[in-house]
C-alpha cells in the first residue's frame, strides 16, 4: 500500500482531520515517535497517567499509517489486557530507530495529501490545505498536536510502533493470558525464517529469558547413519532434555552448555535470566520427545526461492548448498513426520 491509501483509510475512520491533524500525520508516518524520545521517564509516566485514565473501547488494536508505522490505541491494548510495560518498550524502540530519509519521505506525504485536496477526494478544502501549510515550517518540519476539534471528536489515545511489531500482536496477546504452568513459548520452523529475530523481538518487549536450539547440536559421536535416518534426530534431544527442560517452568535463573560448533565440542554456558516467560527457539523445539511442555506453538515458514536467498547472504554458497541437500531435507522430514506446522496455535510466514 502507498501512503495515499493509508490516508484515505484514516480520513474514513477519523472524519474529523483537518489540515493539522492532516500534517500530523505525514510527519509521523515519515518521522515516527522520534521526537519524544528526550526523556523516556516522562514519556512513560506520561503514558502511564494516560493508560489508567482510558476506558477499554472496541477499536481496533492498531491502525496503519505507513507501511512501517501504525498507531496503537491505548483503549485497544487496555481491553486486550497486554501489559502497559510492553508496549512502551515497542515505543521506545521505534522512537530510537527514526527512519532513514525522513525529512523526503515528509515532503512525499505532503504531496500527496496536496493531490487528494486538489481532488476534491478527501474532507480537506485545497485552500484550506495550502494556507495551513503556509504557516508551517515546511522546510524544517516540527513536530504538532492534533486539533481541537479532532481531539474532542476522535479522543485519539495511541502510541507509534514500527509496522514489523504487528506479526508479535496475536503472540503478545496470547502471551499476556499464560500463567507460570504455561508460561513457554515455543518457536519452530524452517531454517531462515527469521525464527531468531522473532525470538529476539519477544525478548526485548516481554523480557523473556530465550533457548536456542542451536546450542543443542548434535555431537559427532551420535552422528550415526541410524540416528540421521530418524525424524528429528538431528539435534541433541537428551541434552535438552537433561540441561533446559527441567528449568523452563520455573521463574528462576539457570544455565546450560552451548555446543561449540567451531571445535564440535561443548562449549560456555548460556546464562537464562529470571523472568515469568521462557522461549525455545529453533527447529525442534516441538520435538515429541520433549512432550507439551509449551503453552504456545509457533511456526516460522518462507518460500524455498526466499530461504536459499536468505542462507546463501548469511552463510555462503557453499554452506547454502549443504543447506539445500543435507538439512532442509532432515528438517522437512521432521515437519511432515510430526505435523509440526498443523499444530502450531500460530504460523508466520
Not at 108 to 120: D, F, I, R
Not at 149 to 168: C, F, Q, W
Not at 322 to 342: A, G, K, S, T
Request: with cysteine; hydrophobic share 40%; glycine share 6%.
Amino acid at each position: 500500500m502507498e501512503f495515499r491509501d493509508f490516508f484515505l483509510q484514516q480520513m474514513k475512520s477519523h472524519p474529523s482531520m483537518n489540515p493539522q491533524d492532516a500534517v500530523k500525520l505525514c510527519y509521523q508516518a515519515a518521522f515516527g515517535a522520534e521526537h519524544l524520545l528526550e526523556d523516556p521517564e516522562a514519556a512513560y509516566g506520561y503514558l502511564r497517567q494516560e493508560y489508567d485514565a482510558a476506558e477499554a473501547s472496541g477499536e481496533p488494536l492498531y491502525e496503519r499509517i505507513h507501511t512501517d508505522v501504525c498507531r496503537v490505541n491505548l483503549r485497544a491494548w487496555k481491553r486486550e489486557g497486554l501489559p502497559l510495560d510492553w508496549l512502551f518498550r515497542l515505543f521506545l524502540q521505534t522512537a530510537s530507530h527514526p527512519a532513514a530519509d525522513g525529512g523526503k519521505m515528509f515532503q512525499n506525504c505532503l504531496k500527496t495529501v496536496g493531490q487528494l485536496a486538489q481532488e476534491n477526494a478527501v474532507g480537506i478544502s485545497k485552500d484550506s490545505w495550502e494556507e495551513f501549510l503556509a504557516g508551517y515550517p515546511v522546510q524544517h518540519p516540527a513536530a504538532l498536536h492534533h486539533s481541537e476539534i479532532y481531539r474532542k471528536r476522535e479522543k485519539p489515545s495511541y502510541r507509534l510502533v514500527e509496522g514489523g511489531a504487528v506479526r508479535l500482536f496475536p503472540i503478545l496477546q496470547r502471551m499476556a493470558r499464560m500463567t507460570l504452568e504455561s508460561n513457554v513459548v515455543a518457536i519452530d520452523g524452517r531454517c531462515a525464517s527469521g525464527k531468531t529475530t522473532l525470538a529476539k523481538q519477544l525478548e526485548s518487549v516481554t523480557k523473556a529469558g530465550v533457548v536456542h536450539m542451536d546450542d543443542f547440536f548434535l555431537p559427532a559421536a551420535l552422528r550415526t547413519t541410524k540416528r540421521l535416518a530418524q525424524a528429528g534426530g538431528n539435534v541433541h534431544y537428551e541434552r535438552f532434555l537433561e540441561e533446559a527442560l527441567p528449568s523452563l517452568k520455573s521463574a528462576e535463573p539457570f544455565r546450560y552448555r552451548c555446543f561449540d560448533c567451531g571445535r564440535m565440542a561443548l562449549g560456555e554456558y548460556r546464562e537464562v535470566p529470571a523472568g515469568h516467560f521462557r522461549i525455545v527457539e529453533g527447529t525442534y523445539s516441538c520435538h515429541p520427545a520433549f512432550g507439551e511442555y509449551m503453552g504456545l506453538r509457533i511456526f516460522c515458514s518462507v518460500e524455498p526461492a526466499q530461504q536459499l536467498k536468505r542462507i546463501s547472504k548469511r552463510n555462503g554458497q557453499e554452506m547454502a548448498r549443504r543447506f539445500l541437500e543435507h538439512w532442509i531435507p532432515m528438517e522437512e522430514q521432521y515437519f511432515q513426520c510430526f505435523q509440526v506446522r498443523e499444530k502450531a496455535d500460530i504460523v508466520l510466514s
